[in-house]
């Protein structure tokens, strides 16, 4: 990000103090300032250096405070919440052991541009530096994942770092910021004047682009033979869904939807080739080796999507549009650099488009008979295991049938995040939550639970991983206590499935400590069943397809408390196609016996 995260002593500016000002304790102005900012729910757990501020949050009218049982999960809470709604979530943590367990959340949300406000208590100012008691200098830590990290040891500071944080955390790119409060800033009393505006020096985001390049661009789109729109997580971040798909739909030509793309431009649409990638369709995977014109929007060529950066869209020229301008040119060059906000850039970008069409009508008839044909060859699908036991990938499929479009899927890490993206339908932003650019383990149940206190008329399942599962389902203890009832679908299949998949294929089946022995012929440890009942919740196993329906069905019924589904399913089940890591594009194979046999150079 171009927002260089900086280890900052706040200094508020000097401004005239009002005689009415009130005056509060550096707690009260943290939970006056958030009350100011309108967040209305927040995701942590007490320690020594943020005590005070708890003690202040007892009389809390306006905030909810939701009390995890690990931080991780305070931080993938606030994740999930801002995800699935679009704004700020809020994580808090103590000192020491408590700030670095956000360190986590914090750098996915970094990776994935997430709008986060992690809030850390801090030793008392006097004792910074003598290594007291959790002291963890938690800012210069995150240094390098945040957008700006913030250590305030005055309280008469913390309104003016608190707007500042949120304007930086919610504007531009947005990500996470975080404020560091030592204890006795929290204790000690100050006015609370709360600044009409935020002293950024520097930090300017570019919404509106240049309109030279715009229109450059519509010149490029109207003039390629093989355009392809490539459609990344910037477009969600930005609120940019109309714009696109009124954008794509006048234009005609191909999209594709990245990992955390999915469901920003409609799976219904005709012109979605699908999710490109590691793990995307042939079409999609395809269209880029072949495409004359990428037009990247809120993308920025991750090595997941470009394979081999030397052998990518080699015949390609480049429009890329980006509201951080270190992400253009940073991996693929581009021909024409546009700096904006992708909503807005869209907005422009429409008029010019039309005003070069009607000198000059696009022909993309060619392109689209070999995108077809592409779609028929090689469609998305999968083998039924030879094991008997059930297919991950149906299984998935039928929570997202029977789930429907309006609700929220959070997923994992692994070879079920991958299914979860590939198999379910995607009408709508907010509607899938993944860890992508990190790819964090334990994801899933945290945001699910914040996506659930954002969203709470909305069904929200967390489809996880035994694997991931076992790292953050201490968070179900917070839902059941909570009233959150969300669904957990365990996709089951007794190993850590991602890694087996590549043992298999890349180590010649040697299977090095990735049995997990929570299902299948094993003990069952833990029993996930008995485990979701020890928490409060409905458990449910299930190990034949006739069970499939009828429990994803009790569940969507079953509201006065989370449910979780053990579904046993086979751990011979890969994900298709495949790139694999360190090759091109043109490498994708469609199934494990189909050798690459594409007509590429």
């Known amino acids: 990000m171009t927002d260089i995260a900086t280890h900052t002593d706040a200094e508020a500016p000097a401004t005239p103090i009002p005689a009415d000002a009130p005056m509060l304790t550096g707690s009260g102005a943290i939970l006056r300032s958030l009350e100011l900012l309108g967040v209305s729910d927040v995701f942590g757990l007490p320690g020594g250096a943020i005590m005070p501020f708890y003690d202040e949050l007892m009389s809390a009218e306006k905030i909810r405070h939701i009390l995890v049982r690990h931080e991780q999960g305070a931080g993938h809470a606030a994740e999930g919440y801002a995800a699935a709604s679009g704004r700020l979530g809020v994580a808090i943590a103590t000192s020491g052991p408590g700030a670095t367990n956000l360190v986590t959340a914090i750098a996915d949300a970094h990776m994935d541009s997430v709008p986060l406000l992690a809030i850390t208590g801090q030793v008392f100012s006097t004792s910074m530096g003598t290594d007291a008691f959790q002291e963890v200098d938690i800012s210069g830590v995150t240094?390098?994942?945040?957008?700006?990290?913030?250590?305030?040891?005055?309280?008469?500071?913390?309104?003016?770092?608190?707007?500042?944080?949120?304007?930086?955390?919610?504007?531009g790119r947005p990500g996470p910021v975080l404020v560091d409060v030592t204890k006795d800033a929290q204790q000690k009393s100050a006015p609370f004047v709360w600044p009409d505006e935020v002293d950024l020096p520097g930090y300017h985001p570019v919404t509106k682009a240049n309109q030279k390049q715009v229109q450059a661009a519509a010149q490029m789109l109207v003039e390629a033979k093989k355009p392809l729109l490539y459609v990344g997580g910037g477009c969600i971040r930005a609120g940019a869904q109309a714009e696109l798909t009124a954008f794509a739909n006048r234009v005609g030509a191909p999209v594709v939807t990245?990992?955390?793309?999915?469901?920003?431009?409609?799976?219904?649409?005709?012109?979605?080739?699908?999710?490109?990638?590691?793990?995307?369709?042939?079409?999609?995977?395809?269209?880029?080796?072949?495409?004359?014109?990428?037009?990247?929007?809120?993308?920025?060529?991750?090595?997941?999507?470009?394979?081999?950066?030397?052998?990518?869209?080699?015949?390609?020229?480049?429009?890329?549009?980006d509201i951080d301008p270190a992400e253009i040119g940073k991996i693929r060059h581009a021909e024409v650099p546009i700096v904006g906000d992708a909503k807005d850039v869209l907005q422009d970008f429409l008029p010019a488009f039309e005003e070069a069409a009607a000198k000059k009508a696009p022909d993309y008839t060619e392109w689209w008979e070999r995108l077809n044909a592409l779609r028929e060859a090689y469609p998305l699908g999968f083998d039924e295991p030879e094991d008997g036991l059930l297919s991950p990938q149906w299984v998935i499929q039928k929570i997202g049938e029977m789930g429907g479009p309006e609700a929220v899927y959070a997923a994992g890490v692994g070879q079920h995040q991958m299914w979860a993206a590939q198999f379910i339908k995607y009408e709508r932003p907010g509607a899938w939550l993944n860890s992508g650019g990190a790819g964090t383990m334990g994801y899933s149940v945290p945001a699910a639970m914040g996506a659930k206190v954002a969203e709470p008329d909305r069904l929200v399942w967390a489809i996880d991983g035994d694997g991931c599962f076992q790292m953050t389902?201490?968070?179900?203890?917070?839902?059941?206590?909570?009233?959150?009832?969300?669904?957990?679908?365990?996709?089951?299949?007794?190993?850590?499935?991602m890694v087996r998949q590549w043992q298999t294929l890349f180590y010649e089946g040697r299977h090095s400590h990735t049995d997990l022995d929570t299902g299948h012929d094993t003990a069952m440890v833990p029993d996930f069943v008995k485990l979701a009942d020890s928490y409060g919740?409905?458990?449910?196993?299930?190990?034949?397809?006739?069970?499939?329906?009828?429990?994803?069905?009790l569940a969507m019924e079953t509201n006065d408390r989370p449910v979780v589904i053990d579904f046993i399913v086979s751990k011979d089940s890969m994900v298709w196609p495949m790139v694999p890591q360190?090759?091109?594009?043109?490498?994708?194979?469609?199934?494990?016996?189909?050798?690459?046999?594409?007509?590429?150079?």
Not at 474 to 497: F, Y
Not at 539 to 550: F, Y
Not at 586 to 594: F, I, L, P, T
Request: charged fraction near 20%; proline fraction near 7%; hydrophobic fraction near 40%.
């Open 582 to 601: 360190g090759v091109g594009n043109s490498n994708v194979q469609y199934a494990r016996d189909h050798a690459p046999d594409w007509d590429y150079e």
């Open 143 to 171: 240094l390098p994942i945040t957008k700006h990290s913030f250590l305030v040891t005055k309280p008469e500071d913390i309104p003016a770092v608190m707007k500042a944080a949120y304007e930086i955390a919610t504007t």
């Open 258 to 321: 990245t990992l955390m793309a999915r469901g920003v431009f409609p799976d219904s649409s005709p012109l979605n080739l699908g999710m490109p990638g590691m793990h995307g369709t042939v079409p999609a995977v395809l269209s880029f080796q072949e495409a004359d014109l990428l037009v990247a929007i809120g993308s920025r060529f991750d090595d997941r999507v470009t394979g081999k950066v030397a052998d990518f869209a080699p015949n390609a020229k480049v429009v890329h549009i």
């Open 537 to 553: 919740c409905l458990g449910i196993r299930v190990r034949t397809k006739e069970e499939v329906e009828p429990a994803i069905r």
């Open 473 to 497: 389902n201490q968070e179900l203890a917070t839902c059941a206590i909570n009233n959150i009832p969300i669904k957990v679908a365990v996709i089951n299949n007794s190993s850590l499935g």
